[in-house]
């Protein structure tokens, strides 16, 4: 029989990959302290983390108390096709501006799109937590362009914070956000626990800088892991 002693170091670091992160800025992001995360990992302690302590790191990482990775809850629709299995993702009447935001007020659910259920295991987004809306704007061109169909995990809600020289070419993954009440898409850097950048792909749109209390207005809906282009003649 094994033990959360056993199990719990493993699934942390597999979160930690799943999720692009680091021990160090999950501890500093989620105000846990010095090496929570690290010690886990390294099997600190003859007596493991306390259940205090695994709450706030599971908190930390989007996993449930259970201890693995999130179950799919909610009436999540399964469809086979062909052999295949295949869950119904949600499309919202929602517009997330690629410029100055949008106010989604109304938004509602307004139809369903079939993803396999083994691709989204492999990207690891559970499709209880996938949901779809619509880019507008055009300050993230050409990556995502007005109408595209965007696909939000929304248990990904903590960037990643990282400093990079000049040697790291990966670029800033891609939020849906809440800032100051209007929907938006951007890539969002996180240099330290105090700064957050919003950045357009698009070069004619400045960076946007928040710092301190302006960090709390923005409201992370969750990470942006697949969008499709609608071709217009």
Same mark, same amino acid.
């Given at each position: 029989? @094994?033990? #959360?002693?056993?199990?719990?170091?493993?699934?942390?670091?597999?979160? *930690?990959?799943?999720?692009?992160? &680091?021990?160090?800025?999950?501890?500093?992001?989620?105000?846990?302290?010095?090496?929570?995360?690290?010690?886990?990992?390294?099997?600190?302690?003859? &007596?493991?983390?306390?259940? @205090?302590?695994?709450?706030? #790191?599971?908190?930390?990482?989007?996993?449930?108390? +259970?201890?693995?990775?999130?179950?799919?809850?909610?009436?999540?629709?399964? #469809?086979? *096709?062909?052999?295949?299995? +295949?869950?119904?993702?949600?499309?919202?009447?929602?517009?997330?501006?690629?410029?100055?935001?949008?106010?989604?007020?109304?938004?509602?659910?307004?139809?369903?799109?079939?993803?396999?259920?083994?691709?989204?295991?492999?990207?690891?987004?559970?499709?209880?937590?996938?949901?779809?809306?619509?880019?507008?704007?055009?300050?993230?061109?050409? @990556?995502?362009?007005?109408?595209?169909?965007?696909?939000?995990?929304?248990?990904?809600?903590?960037?990643?914070?990282? @400093?990079?020289?000049?040697?790291?070419?990966?670029? &800033?993954?891609? +939020?849906?956000?809440?800032?100051?009440?209007?929907?938006?898409?951007?890539?969002?850097?996180?240099?330290?626990?105090?700064?957050?950048?919003?950045? &357009?792909?698009?070069?004619? +749109?400045?960076?946007?800088?928040?710092?301190?209390?302006?960090?709390?207005?923005?409201?992370?809906?969750?990470?942006?892991?697949?969008?499709?282009?609608?071709?217009?003649?």
């Amino acid at each position: 029989m @094994t033990s #959360i002693d056993d199990d719990f170091p493993e699934m942390v670091r597999q979160r *930690l990959e799943q999720l692009g992160t &680091s021990p160090f800025a999950v501890e500093h992001a989620a105000g846990l302290p010095a090496d929570a995360v690290r010690n886990v990992l390294r099997g600190g302690g003859k &007596s493991g983390p306390t259940l @205090t302590r695994v709450r706030q #790191i599971c908190d930390a990482l989007g996993l449930e108390l +259970y201890i693995g990775p999130p179950r799919e809850a909610g009436p999540v629709e399964r #469809i086979l *096709l062909d052999g295949a299995d +295949y869950a119904h993702i949600p499309l919202h009447d929602a517009m997330l501006a690629a410029g100055a935001g949008c106010d989604n007020s109304a938004e509602q659910v307004i139809d369903q799109l079939a993803f396999r259920r083994d691709w989204l295991k492999r990207i690891g987004v559970p499709a209880s937590t996938a949901r779809l809306a619509r880019v507008q704007g055009d300050s993230m061109q050409p @990556t995502m362009w007005p109408g595209d169909m965007i696909l939000i995990d929304t248990q990904r809600k903590v960037p990643a914070i990282r @400093t990079k020289d000049g040697k790291d070419q990966r670029r &800033s993954p891609i +939020y849906a956000m809440i800032d100051n009440g209007e929907a938006r898409v951007k890539r969002i850097e996180r240099p330290s626990a105090e700064l957050m950048m919003l950045i &357009s792909d698009n070069p004619d +749109y400045a960076p946007e800088v928040r710092q301190g209390g302006d960090i709390q207005a923005v409201q992370i809906i969750g990470k942006v892991v697949w969008w499709g282009h609608t071709v217009k003649e």
